[in-house]
T-cell receptor, first 112, second 114 residues
């Protein structure tokens, strides 16, 4: 079945440094979603990418969907302590795209 | 804005007991998803419902069942609980069954099986 991989598993950065997490799928994705889960919290939807090569920005966050629609990345510029949490990518479980399989997540720690 | 409501927030049960988790989706949302998240793990999809019908099934054990009611709330019934069932159970809701609708997660129910 559909598999979504993410690297790195953990990332520790100094506040102000940049951070990138990568998501790879075993199959072509119709779309990909990104979620953030703060420690002790629940996943919160960040963004959805649909088009090949799509790039979307949300303030210091830049999301990219690969040309082949099999990989994606999330880049955070100048991290802040509020960025701490686990970032998950999620791809559709099947061609209908209604349900998603989550990647293992990248846990980000930001040292002040 | 109204969010997804889950009850109870915490639940402690003994092995072989049963548990029922409830989920109230955001008003007008017609799709509900259930996830299980173990410590340090990603959410594992269990089951989903669209318009009161089961729409997809993931890694839900046979000991578990779920349904979506006429008011769109959903319940996850868990029987013969095992120690390994201890986890956070999230419910999420979305609007419609079209591709890629964002899911709004509830705060979760933390189940501890002793």
């Amino acid at each position: 079945g559909q598999q979504v991989m993410q690297i790195p598993q953990y990332q520790h950065v100094q506040e102000g440094e940049d951070f990138t997490t990568y998501c790879n799928s075993s199959t072509t994705l119709s779309n990909i979603q990104w979620y953030k889960q703060r420690p002790g919290g629940h996943p919160v939807f960040l963004i959805q990418l649909v088009k090949s090569g799509e790039v979307k920005k949300q303030k210091r966050l830049t999301f990219q969907f690969g040309e082949a629609k099999k990989n994606s990345s999330l880049h955070i510029t100048a991290t802040q302590t509020t960025d701490v949490g686990t970032y998950f990518c999620a791809g559709p479980r099947d061609n209908y795209g209604q349900n998603f399989v989550f990647g293992p997540g990248t846990r980000l720690s930001v040292l002040p | 804005a109204a969010g997804v409501i889950q009850s109870p927030r915490h639940l402690i049960k003994e092995k072989r007991e049963t548990a029922t988790l409830k989920c109230y989706p955001i008003p007008r949302h017609d799709t509900v998803y259930w996830y299980q998240q173990g410590p340090g793990q990603d959410p594992q999809f269990l089951i989903s419902f669209y318009e009161k019908m089961q729409s997809d099934k993931g890694s839900i054990p046979d000991r578990f069942s779920a349904q979506q009611f006429s008011d769109y709330h959903s319940e996850l019934n868990m029987s013969s609980l095992e120690l390994g069932d201890s986890a956070l159970y999230f419910c999420a809701s979305s609007l419609g069954d079209r591709i890629g609708h964002e899911q709004y997660f509830g705060p979760g129910t933390r189940l501890t099986v002793t």
